[in-house]
């Protein structure tokens, strides 16, 4: 990647972090991170990748449309890339998760641009990156309370659901005579 295109990434990283905070509220996480790509087998490096990390109460309204919002607003900043590189990546985190712990620990950020190198960070290993936004959401407490309750919610389906499942095969196998 050449030295001009890189620096028009990150004050464009930087721009899109700014705007998207100012339209929507702020990030919990805004992360740009390069990361080792290893073969399918992980026992050599075949190259290496970028990776937007991001995390903000309102991306988990609809994660498909803010996923989409942010590949528009960072495409521009991608051109002049090698057409053989991939592109960047744009990778979610949801509030709740360990790493992100981690993160606002290591490092609380919100109006400044923390440069990074060779960190494990979010469950990977990155050769450098930079963040622009890291920091606990207000209501985080209320976040973590709403995550659980769906969660409970969610195991109570699947064990409904697998009750009736086991009711129905019984009723099956009592009709064909084999109970």
Same mark, same amino acid.
């Given at each position: 990647? /050449? $030295?001009g295109v890189? &620096?028009?990434l ?8 700014e705007q998207v *905070?100012?339209?929507? @509220?702020p990030?919990?996480?805004?992360a740009?991170l390069e990361?080792?790509?290893w073969?399918?087998?992980?026992n050599?490096p075949?190259?290496?990748?970028w990776?937007l990390f991001?995390a903000a ?10 996923w989409k919002?942010l590949r528009?607003l960072?495409k521009p ?5 090698n057409p053989?590189?991939?592109?960047? /990546? $744009?990778?979610?985190? &949801?509030l709740?998760?360990?790493y992100l712990e981690?993160v606002?620990e290591?490092? *609380?950020?919100e109006n @400044? ?9 979010l ?6 990156g930079?963040?622009?936004?890291s920091?606990r959401p207000?209501?985080f407490?209320?976040i973590?309370?709403?995550a ?8 109570e389906?699947?064990d409904?659901l697998?009750k009736?499942?086991?009711?129905r095969?019984k009723?099956?196998?009592?009709? /064909?005579?084999i109970?």
């Amino acid at each position: 990647m /050449r $030295i001009g295109v890189f &620096k028009r990434l990150i004050a464009g990283m930087e721009r899109v972090e700014e705007q998207v *905070s100012a339209e929507r @509220g702020p990030f919990s996480l805004f992360a740009l991170l390069e990361r080792e790509d290893w073969n399918e087998y992980d026992n050599y490096p075949v190259g290496h990748s970028w990776h937007l990390f991001v995390a903000a109460p309102w991306i988990w309204e609809d994660e498909m449309v803010a996923w989409k919002y942010l590949r528009e607003l960072a495409k521009p900043y991608e051109e002049g890339w090698n057409p053989f590189e991939r592109s960047l /990546r $744009i990778q979610t985190v &949801k509030l709740t998760s360990p790493y992100l712990e981690e993160v606002w620990e290591y490092c *609380s950020t919100e109006n @400044g641009m923390v440069e990074i190198y060779d960190v494990d960070i979010l469950d990977v290993t990155a050769r450098r990156g930079y963040i622009f936004a890291s920091r606990r959401p207000d209501n985080f407490d209320e976040i973590r309370q709403a995550a659980q309750q769906k969660l409970e919610q969610e195991r109570e389906r699947q064990d409904r659901l697998a009750k009736e499942e086991m009711a129905r095969l019984k009723e099956e196998m009592q009709a /064909r005579g084999i109970l």
